[in-house]
């Protein structure tokens, strides 16, 4: 049996940005120390890491002083080259492991991984040219939603194919070797779960989450999902099944389109905590990121146990446009928290933070949420924007 990683250990994090800095939050508090390696200096994680190494993932000789340095690897995005899995699996457990990452990085191995599991996907089919795309497109019909293979995320690497006079438009756009096309869902909701997997095979979840998106990047997150109960258990399911199915340890989300017929599609998965599960920090018994650490370090899994009704609004630069947001002013709203990342400047669409709210029913927490965000931009009204 493996020995669980005990506080005190060192918990290394590939990646730096604000998942790995909530991911260090959660295992300082626990008594471990984190080391991260990254590119960037001075990052979200940086900041709050024991030990912050700046170097490129392709720099193998120091990927391996840095794995040498842990007790266990994990990452916080899906970029993570796989040769660089690779190197730090010699020296100490990668978690998830690097053949999870590898799956969930490329959106065409992805869906058919999960389809070949008996899984359901949204229907798709690989194209490799032009002439692909048209033949494609005749036989599963548009609109479609033509998507790059890799590297893809907050709706970066799409563009949805209206007609088949299009495809040659289209593929010119994305111009890479290797992309997917998917069917159009016409859904009537978006949902997410969150699930942990543990070493000896524990489970827990947390939701289905309700999301909404604005620009193809999640503005609202709330849960519990106003959805028929029997649906929210059909997701739980699902999700065990795909974590399950890729031998997960660790952290993953699992999200789903509920068509407006009843059915559940899997759009995507990540490995790794969420945005979608930014709220668990202040709603649940247990948040998403204090489940990574006691999954990758083989403790058990905490209580999932939703405290309260909740919602979470993501902060992007977009707020900072009129000058420093107005914190007091949202702040007056006693039952929220704000969660800032640290990061040095404000970009338009740049996730810079969170707020949650929770209240009594989760409606009345998403109108606050909505209602408290809009207070922080100065001169200018932005609740009416947001999806």
């Known amino acids: 049996m493996t020995r669980p990683i005990l506080p005190g250990a060192t918990l290394g994090m590939l990646g730096s940005g604000q998942l790995g800095r909530m991911f260090a939050i959660a295992a300082r508090r626990l008594g471990y120390r984190v080391h991260v390696l990254s590119p960037d200096t001075n990052t979200p994680t940086g900041q709050v890491a024991d030990l912050e190494i700046c170097a490129d993932y392709h720099d193998l000789d120091r990927v391996a002083e840095f ?141 289905p989450m309700g999301n909404s998106h604005s620009h193809h990047i999640l503005d609202i997150s709330i849960c519990p999902a106003v959805i028929p109960a029997a649906v929210a258990a059909e997701a739980i399911a699902i999700s065990r099944a795909v974590l399950e199915k890729l031998d997960v340890v660790g952290v993953m989300c699992v999200e789903f389109f509920l068509t407006k017929s009843g059915q559940l599609l899997i759009n995507e998965t990540a490995p790794r905590p969420h945005n979608s599960g930014h709220l668990t920090i202040d709603a649940h018994v247990t948040c998403q990121f204090e489940q990574q650490v006691r999954a990758i370090c083989g403790l058990p899994l905490g209580s999932s146990e939703l405290r309260s009704p909740s919602a979470m609004a993501n902060l992007l630069g977009d707020v900072w446009e009129g000058g420093e947001p107005d914190w007091v002013a949202a702040l007056k709203h006693s039952n929220l928290k704000l969660h800032l990342y640290g990061k040095q400047e404000a970009r338009a669409g740049r996730k810079m933070g969170h707020l949650t709210v929770l209240a009594d029913q989760v409606q009345a927490a998403e109108q606050i949420v909505r209602a408290a965000r809009t207070t922080l931009k100065r001169g200018s009204n932005i609740g009416n924007d947001v999806g």
């Open 67 to 207: 794995a040498r340095s842990v007790d266990v690897v994990s990452f916080e995005f899906e970029n993570v080259p796989a040769e660089t899995t690779e190197i730090c699996q010699r020296y100490c457990p990668v978690r998830p492991a690097g053949s999870v990452l590898f799956t969930s990085q490329n959106r065409l191995r992805e869906k058919t991984f999960l389809r070949d599991a008996g899984l359901p996907v949204t229907p798709f089919v690989a194209v490799r040219s032009v002439e692909d795309l048209t033949t494609a497109l005749q036989q599963q019909g548009t609109p479609a939603v033509l998507k790059t293979a890799d590297w893809g995320y907050d709706g970066k690497g799409q563009v949805v194919v209206r007609s088949v006079a299009d495809a040659g438009a289209a593929w010119s756009t994305l111009n890479v070797p290797q992309a997917i096309l998917e069917k159009f869902i016409d859904f009537e909701c978006e949902l997410s779960v969150v699930a942990a997997r543990g070493l000896d095979g524990e489970f827990v979840s947390y939701g």
